[in-house]
């Protein structure tokens, strides 16, 4: 405990006098910035994304040794990977694997900052975080087009289509596809975007890191504990080693068991543009999006409410009070309003997954409407309970005065 303080004191004071004292340049070293001393589990997420991005990257680079971005060659190459290439199916495997865990990963990383309102103190990394999001999801949907299976092309179709809403947009597709439909060039250009992108997701996360290191990361209950700091190593990289471990056990076990398992049968089949699916549909982690977009019969309104419900978390930081805290730990009314949100979440991802028909347009008209409301409802709840808390303790002290 004396080794904390003293820490946390020399670091505030910034001395420099001495070999083992800290200095304000030593914050931004990796390994020794101040950490706030009661970070959980939760906070370990941050570190295993930056694990999963590098498998990626490696992966994919392995990948596109072999991958040929061609109509009549994309599924060719790919069996050539799975069947003739050594370990060729263990590098896809992880490669697909690695998706599910990256957006697994994303999600749970965006409900724990909700959860403990990390938006109030970084509402920059906040907002950085959210790019980043929007990018893994336009990398994730391009890297699912390159199979060039009967799902690839017809969600390549409904995609790429939504660009139509904005003025200008029909060029722009013709622009995308390189002609009138989608062809060889559209196929050259996906595989380009989805090579270089996961660089700029890269140097983007670096970014992000960076201004969460400037103002210090927050803490399970939310409060300023400026002073009273610990370094991130050995408290912490120990921690994300542990939680490394279990990522890659995850990993191994998800490649090497149910490599398949999140893949649409249709997706193995060849393109047949002369036969539209029954059922259209991405990959989970894109269900929840798709249910809001089919879920609104107008068009140009269905894309701007699945962007509103993608994007609707950047609300967080412009609608919240000066809270003094950031936690929901002492707000059991949006406890219970984030719990049912993430339940909606999940219940919108299995209407994604289902024919849009009879009822369940119906629920995912319920399911959007309740998504968007409690991305309003949360930060309202929070400040309007913590005014009745302070305010109940204000009259409390103004009825019954401490005497001395």
């Known amino acids: 405990m004396e080794h904390v303080l003293s820490y946390s004191k020399s670091y505030e004071e910034g001395a420099d006098d001495g070999p083992h004292e800290m200095s304000p340049n030593y914050y931004y070293n990796a390994l020794k910035y101040p950490c706030p001393p009661n970070l959980s ?21 392995l ?13 060719v190459s790919l069996e050539y990977v799975m069947r003739d ?49 929007v990018l893994s999801m336009g990398v994730g949907f391009l890297g699912y087009v390159l199979p060039w299976g009967v799902m690839s ?40 975007l989805h090579f270089l992108l996961p660089f700029v997701i890269l140097g983007l996360s670096l970014t992000h890191v960076l201004l969460l290191h400037m103002n210090g990361s ?16 050995p408290y912490y990289s120990i921690k994300d ?23 649409d049968p249709l997706q193995w089949q060849p393109v047949n543009k002369m036969k539209t699916p029954s059922v259209i549909k991405p990959e989970w ?9 089919r879920s609104i019969p107008h068009k140009a309104g269905g894309v701007s409410t699945m962007f509103a419900a993608i994007v609707g978390v950047a609300v967080f930081p412009m609608i919240s009070g000066r809270e003094k805290f950031q936690s929901m730990k002492v707000c059991p009314p949006a406890r219970f309003v984030f719990l049912l949100w993430v339940a909606n979440f999940t219940f919108l991802t299995v209407i994604g997954a289902q024919e849009p028909a009879g009822g369940w347009v119906l629920a995912g008209q319920f399911g959007t409407f309740f998504h968007l409301s409690a991305l309003v409802m949360i930060p309202m709840i929070k400040e309007e309970w913590e005014w009745h808390l302070y305010q109940g303790a204000r009259l409390s002290e103004s009825c019954y005065p401490t005497k001395f």
């Open 241 to 263: 080693l542990a939680g490394f471990a279990l990522l890659l056990a995850a990993l191994v076990g998800i490649t090497f068991t149910f490599a398949s398992l999140t893949a």
């Open 63 to 75: 990948l596109s040794t072999s991958y040929t971005a061609d109509e009549a060659l994309a599924s």
């Open 85 to 133: 290439s050594n370990y060729g199916w263990a590098v896809r495997s992880l490669h697909m694997g690695g998706a599910s865990m990256f957006f697994a990963l994303i999600y749970t990383h965006v409900a724990r900052g909700v959860y403990f309102g990390v938006y109030l103190k970084n509402p920059h990394v906040w907002y950085s975080g959210l790019s980043l999001y």
């Open 218 to 233: 927050s803490n399970p209950l939310g409060l300023d504990e400026t002073e009273f700091s610990v370094p991130f190593h």
């Open 285 to 293: 982690y894109f269900l929840y999006a798709y249910a809001i977009l």
């Open 153 to 192: 092309y017809w969600g390549l179709t409904v995609i790429t289509n939504m660009m139509t809403v904005i003025p200008g947009g029909a060029r722009a597709l013709d622009w995308f596809q390189g002609g009138f439909v989608i062809s060889d060039v559209t196929l050259k250009r996906v595989f380009i």
């Open 41 to 61: 589990i939760w906070w370990n997420i941050g570190s295993m994304l930056f694990l999963v991005l590098g498998a990626q990257l490696l992966t994919g680079i």
